[in-house]
């Protein structure tokens, strides 16, 4: 039971990062263009706009395409035959969710004036229907398509920005006309291959009590989001109206790197909750976990370490010298960034065990610490203050979640190696403030031998994995 569930996990994770991680690649080999066509000031715009798109999402669609994913895996397992009014039900909340909004977005236009208006309440429409047609993918275990689709997604969006940005000269309204042609992409494709039209009849339109079971699941998660927003994004908010948008441009800027790690992260992440949902009620689901914990934590420990080892030499090379203040923020970024990653992995359970509230309450506690702690420390640490404030939230969720999980559930998480750990990372932030190049290349090779010789193990069995399937297709 232990080696299929752990196949299937590297299964489904390998066929999600051929797209993400590829689709990651290119945007970060294309922040270059990006800051060097994009003024710090139109940087901060797009960072803001953006925010504001992700703020609206989770408002509009109720996070009814959670609840969808949840139950779609569920009604897998007992082949009841319920996919179908499921996936007709949430597309056609959120279709009428939709249209409410849009309706209050022409009220607002009425009374404020502002040019960007209509690019977001289209670009949020879209970014709804894409993302229900992603999760619905997951929830039938069509992973492939769930992968090409965003693949197909981003890089339409991409192309899009280097011809709005590059040959047009568009600045901060191509890379939203980008955005809203890459959700639509994602739309169209999958509309296709699930054929969902198809579904609709009749007999399956809308069916009350399963509107009913998705909203209970699914709005509990709206505060979460929303808390999830704090972290993300009214940091920027709190440095554009404060410092100003230019320094919000850093901020975004700074961000992007260490931010490749959350995105590779949530690839992962991906199957991983497929996975502890469907296995929830193993005998050995504590040790089950507490095996993949430790191995992708670790993982993730060592490649912000040899990230933060090379920063030195990545950082200008990717970023351009306008934004050279953002590479002093990125050590505590990525200590963020981290617990992120610790406080998604424990996340995975409260979704097995269908406890929203304990994710709507604990996050809201976070947002709250984030806010507070930003507001406060501002005006004496200027933007050093945004990083402060996510990694003390991140650390607090992290820790109290552990502690919930092991009251509620009785899973106790066992993190190895935490104090030689935090050695470790001590040594490395000390060698990254230093002028000394020697040093800090001394530092970036011992790192990476580390990283080798402990993650040894874990790599070989993954790959033999992968080996093995190789063989057994051939």
Not at 250 to 268: C, Q
Not at 344 to 367: F, R
Request: aromatic share 12%; hydrophobic share 55%.
């Amino acid at each position: 039971m232990s080696g299929n569930r752990e196949k299937q996990l590297v299964k489904n994770t390998f066929i999600i990062s051929l797209s993400k991680i590829a689709i990651q690649s290119a945007s970060f080999l294309l922040l270059p263009f990006y800051t060097y066509i994009l003024s710090v000031e139109e940087y901060g715009i797009v960072d803001v706009l953006n925010t504001l798109v992700s703020l609206g999402l989770p408002i509009i669609s109720l996070q009814l395409e959670q609840a969808v994913f949840r139950y779609l895996v569920e009604a897998r397992q007992k082949k009841d035959g319920s996919e179908n009014d499921i996936i007709v039900t949430g597309l056609m909340c959120v279709a009428t969710q939709c249209v409410i909004g849009v309706l209050i977005c022409f009220v607002a236009s009425l009374f404020f004036k502002n040019e960007y208006t209509w690019f977001l309440a289209v670009n949020i429409v879209f970014a709804v229907f894409a993302a229900m047609l992603l999760q619905i993918s997951r929830g039938l275990g069509r992973m492939i398509d769930y992968s090409i689709a965003s693949f197909l997604g981003s890089i339409t969006m991409i192309v899009v920005n280097i011809i709005c940005l590059g040959i047009f000269n568009l600045g901060v309204k191509g890379m939203l006309i980008g955005n809203i042609l890459g959700q639509l992409a994602i739309v169209v494709f999958l509309c296709i291959r699930l054929k969902i039209l198809a579904k609709f009849s009749v007999k399956r339109m809308y069916r009350k009590e399963s509107a009913k079971d998705l909203r209970k699941y699914a709005l509990p998660l709206v505060p979460n989001e929303l808390s999830w927003w704090v972290f993300n994004a009214s940091d920027r908010l709190i440095v554009s109206v404060i410092l100003g948008v230019g320094a919000n441009g850093i901020l975004a800027a700074a961000s992007k790197l260490p931010s490749i790690l959350v995105a590779v992260y949530n690839v992962f992440y991906i199957g991983w909750v497929e996975s502890i949902s469907l296995h929830i009620y193993d005998k050995d689901i504590e040790e089950y976990f507490n095996r993949v914990f430790n191995v992708i934590a670790k993982l993730f420990y060592y490649a912000i370490l040899i990230m933060l080892s090379f920063m030195w030499f990545i950082y200008p090379i990717m970023i351009n010298e306008r934004y050279d203040e953002g590479l002093s923020l990125i050590p505590i970024l990525a200590i963020g960034v981290f617990f992120d990653i610790i406080v998604g992995l424990l996340s995975s359970l409260y979704v097995a065990k269908k406890d929203t509230k304990a994710i709507a309450t604990t996050s809201i506690m976070a947002a709250v610490i984030n806010i507070v702690t930003h507001l406060a420390l501002i005006n004496i640490i200027g933007l050093f203050a945004a990083a402060v404030s996510t990694a003390v939230a991140f650390t607090v969720l992290a820790l109290y979640r552990a502690y919930d999980i092991r009251k509620k559930y009785n899973i106790k998480v066992k993190l190895n190696s935490a104090v030689p750990g935090l050695v470790i990372f001590l040594v490395v932030i000390c060698a990254y403030y230093t002028d000394i190049f020697w040093l800090k290349l001394f530092t970036g090779i011992i790192i990476a031998f580390l990283a080798t010789v402990f993650l040894y193990k874990h790599i070989k069995k993954i790959v033999q994995i992968f080996l093995d399937k190789i063989k057994k297709n051939n």
